[in-house]
């Protein structure tokens, strides 16, 4: 009888264990080219495109509104990957009017964005 308790609190703690590991370690919840928003928003400027993925963030590109259309900004944005993975759900791609640069920008003394 002491041994079955035994055996019975050895495999529950191994699997609680293989749950907090997996949960740990578990690969990414979006991928690149993916567009995510925060769960509690309708705000087209809160989309993020995923654009890389490394083991504790993402790197991604924000939306902003100019003139009131909405533009993509490749702007290259590291976020927490485990906030994203919490609280952001993925969503269509939007429509954009255009996209803005700031690299290509500042390299060339421009700064407004292109159409698409």
Same mark, same amino acid.
């Given at each position: ?6 055996? @019975?609190?050895?495999? @529950? ?13 578990? =690969?990414?919840?979006?991928?690149? =080219? ?33 003139? =009131?259309?909405?533009?993509? @900004? ?18 269509? @791609? ?23």
């Amino acid at each position: 009888m002491k041994r079955i308790a035994v055996i @019975a609190v050895l495999a @529950a703690v191994l699997g609680l264990s293989l749950f907090v590991i997996h949960g740990r370690f578990s =690969g990414p919840k979006f991928r690149v =080219g993916d567009h995510v928003m925060p769960a509690d928003s309708s705000n087209p400027e809160t989309i993020l495109k995923i654009v890389g993925v490394a083991p504790k963030s993402y790197k991604v590109f924000t939306h902003f509104l100019s003139d =009131g259309k909405l533009v993509l @900004a490749e702007d290259y944005s590291d976020r927490s990957r485990d906030l994203i993975d919490r609280t952001y759900i993925k969503v269509p @791609a939007p429509t954009v009017e255009s996209t803005f640069s700031p690299d290509k920008y500042i390299s060339k003394g421009e700064a407004s964005p292109s159409p698409q």
